[in-house]
């Protein structure tokens, strides 16, 4: 009876790990580096960095997670051409930027986030991008975007368009 009752305990060890990897698996591109790790590593590779301000409570940004960063296309084009690191806007990790201290929650707060999940994308020397849509000067792209249109965001950002065209011609 004893080795049934270890047996019947690893088995549902085993789908617990299964369940979890599996709830994981095709999420977005690894979250390796800090803000300023990120930075650093787009001004040393030339490359713009996309931010992904989130919360854990936004149902939109594990949308977000999940089927934007987590489509092998998106993946590509920020793996290819962009540092990427996620900014937990409620997160007190700490920050420098343009050398000044700053929490994770400060941090989106200067960049003027005020929803979830909001992209910010800066120039490889830590600038913010900023963009005309719909003749509006933005510095953030708010909310939620299908696949498809986050994958023209990014290549809109790449491509140096917003330096001359709206993204409302674009999307």
């Known amino acids: 009876m004893y080795k049934m009752k270890d047996i019947l305990i690893k ?31 787009a001004k040393k590779e030339n490359k713009k960095v996309v931010v992904d301000v989130y919360t854990d409570w936004c149902g939109w940004c594990k949308k977000m997670d999940k089927n ?11 793996e290819d051409s962009f540092v990427f690191v ?24 200067y960049f ?8 910010v994308f800066l120039e490889p020397d830590g600038k913010i991008i900023e963009f005309n849509y719909d003749k509006f000067q ?3 792209l708010p ?14 950002i790449r491509d140096g368009k917003y330096k001359d065209t709206d993204l409302s011609t674009i999307i």
């Not at 996620?86 to 707060?109: P, V």
């Not at 003027?112 to 992209?119: I, K, L, N, W």
């Not at 696949?147 to 290549?155: I, Q, S």
């Open 112 to 119: 003027q986030v005020s929803g979830y999940p909001t992209t």
């Open 11 to 41: 088995n549902k060890l085993i789908l617990a790990i299964l369940i979890v990897l599996g709830l994981n698996s095709g999420n977005i591109i690894a979250q390796k580096l800090s803000f300023d790790e990120a930075v650093k590593k």
């Open 143 to 156: 909310g939620y975007y299908p696949a498809d249109d986050f994958k023209k965001v990014l290549e809109y």
């Open 138 to 140: 933005m510095n953030n």
């Open 68 to 78: 934007v960063y987590g489509n092998s296309d998106i993946k590509n084009i920020i």
């Open 86 to 109: 996620k900014l937990d806007a409620e997160g007190s990790g700490k920050n420098t930027y343009e050398g000044k201290a700053y929490t994770d929650g400060e941090l989106a707060a």
